[in-house]
């Protein structure tokens, strides 16, 4: 709270945290300790930023920023889904898998910057290891300064996800898993499949 500009810089930095921590806490909701948001974050980014890169300027930019946004979720959630198979089906700890898996993931975005020459590398800074900037057909609009969309998309998804916990059906089934699995069970709720898709 100095100015407009570390407003706006603290807004920059909560949007990812924002929407790493709704992630975080419809597992949480379900009684499942996903400490893997983190891994989850840094797959997503390295997806979206190579589609990003990839498609570049050569797609109208609506079109490039929504593919670069659903590559990148998809592959948070692939990445995402190495923890609960073998949480639902061989009782491990996912804490355990989805802690390791953040390394694992932080290792791979590091060595695609700084220990590679990869898509991802700015090949004119070779001598000093730094990322490609990412074409201006994908970037999110600015709305305020630095300010770009992001922060409200994850505002958002934020709410959604609030009510789709607490008034829908999908909601419902998390909320009862969490609270008691054999009642959800009996209930007739798939408590694996259920924990697949939340992890």
Do not use: C
Not at 18 to 31: C, D, G, N, P, Y
Not at 83 to 100: G, K, N, Q, S
Not at 120 to 142: D, N, Q, T, V
């Amino acid at each position: 709270f100095g100015s407009d500009l570390t407003i706006v810089r603290t807004l920059i930095a909560a949007t990812p945290l924002i929407l790493t921590a709704v992630a975080a806490a419809v597992a949480f909701r379900m009684k499942i300790w996903n400490i893997g948001a983190e891994g989850q974050l840094y797959l997503g980014a390295i997806a979206a930023s190579g589609i990003a890169l990839a498609i570049g300027d050569s797609f109208p930019p609506v079109l490039a920023i929504t593919v670069s946004l659903l590559g990148g979720a998809a592959a948070g959630a692939a990445w995402a889904a190495l923890a609960p198979i073998p949480r639902a089906y061989l009782r491990t700890d996912e804490v355990i898998t989805t802690l390791m898996l953040n390394f694992v993931a932080l290792h791979l975005m590091n060595y695609l910057i700084f220990g590679s020459v990869s898509f991802w590398r700015a090949r004119e800074r070779l001598s000093f290891p730094s990322g490609r900037f990412i074409p201006e057909g994908a970037e999110l609009p600015e709305i305020w300064l630095r300010l770009h969309a992001g922060f409200v998309i994850a505002i958002l998804v934020a709410v959604v996800v609030w009510w789709a916990l607490r008034s829908s059906t999908w909601g419902f089934a998390v909320r009862v898993i969490g609270d008691s699995p054999a009642a959800a069970r009996y209930a007739g709720l798939s408590v694996p499949r259920r924990v697949i898709s939340v992890l």
